[in-house]
């Protein structure tokens, strides 16, 4: 069974860090694309940031720059969403989501609908 799995997730005060990771089973990373998405309650789903299946290519929200750092390992076939200097509107559920590029190794995008297979998300809370 092909499955993503976000963990991570949590509580954390405006100014802290959280690093989410995205563990891919069933399947092996190599050949895809992972975007991080999030989506908070009453807002459409928004692309954070991706990173191509070489690793060498990465993609930024405007809002996150500078402060989120995306990586992968693909030996352990899971993904990094390391988030730091956290606000309260980056309060929201996080999913990461693997898009199939073969041999297009250097793309990846920002855009939810070219993603083949999502998570279950995880909350990040950002409160005092």
């Known amino acids: 069974q092909l499955q993503l799995v976000e963990s991570g997730g949590g509580l954390v005060q405006p100014g802290g860090s959280l690093r989410l990771s995205c563990a891919a089973s069933?399947?092996?990373?190599?050949?895809?694309?992972i975007g991080w998405f999030r989506q908070a309650p009453g807002k459409e789903r928004e692309g954070v940031s991706c990173?191509?299946?070489?690793?060498?290519?990465?993609n930024y929200a405007d809002s996150v720059k500078g402060r989120f750092t995306i990586s992968r390992d693909n030996a352990k076939n899971t993904v990094y969403l390391q988030m730091s200097s956290l606000k309260p509107e980056d309060t929201a559920v996080y999913y990461c989501?693997?898009?199939?590029?073969?041999?297009?190794?250097?793309?990846?995008?920002?855009?939810?609908?070219?993603?083949?297979?999502w998570g279950q998300g995880t909350q990040v809370t950002v409160s005092s």
């Open positions: 990173i191509s299946s070489s690793g060498g290519s990465t």
């Open positions: 989501a693997a898009w199939w590029v073969g041999t297009v190794r250097h793309v990846c995008v920002l855009t939810g609908k070219s993603y083949n297979y």
């Open positions: 069933g399947f092996t990373l190599d050949y895809y694309a």
